[in-house]
């Protein structure tokens, strides 16, 4: 085995401000709110913030801060279960609707990132 996952990670201009939308998009918390320090030390603000599934089920996304703003298409992107409206409405913007040749929506996160949202299906979403 030459190499095994262990994280996404997703580059941002404000990566506490995109950081704060994948938590409210998908449900996870801040690393270091669900998991202080024992020791009390706080990342500083220019560092990478963790976030994580809290029930541990999803993987660890570290949103990073980059100078450069986005400019081509992602070859690399998320896909999850999902309501198109919920997403907009938390500000995320459609791409390109589902339609005869695809069966999901490509939307873009506040900072253009794409990802693909399939309908959920029941046994996901239990």
């Not at 401000?17 to 270091?32: E, F, I, N, S, T």
């Not at 500083?44 to 660890?60: N, R, T």
């Not at 339609?99 to 959920?120: K, Q, R, Y």
């Amino acid at each position: 085995m030459s190499a095994r996952f262990k994280d996404l990670v997703i580059d941002a201009a404000d990566h506490h401000k995109l950081a704060d939308w994948w938590c409210a998009a998908m449900g996870y918390v801040r690393r270091d709110e669900h998991q202080p320090p024992a020791d009390g030390w706080l990342r500083p603000l220019d560092w990478p913030v963790p976030i994580m599934d809290p029930d541990g089920a999803g993987p660890a996304i570290w949103i990073v801060p980059v100078p450069e703003g986005k400019s081509t298409k992602n070859r690399l992107h998320l896909d999850v279960w999902g309501d198109v409206d919920e997403l907009v409405g938390l500000g995320a913007t459609v791409l390109r609707a589902r339609d005869a040749e695809i069966d999901w929506d490509v939307l873009a996160d506040p900072e253009g990132n794409e990802f693909c949202v399939f309908t959920p299906v029941l046994s996901q979403t239990a």
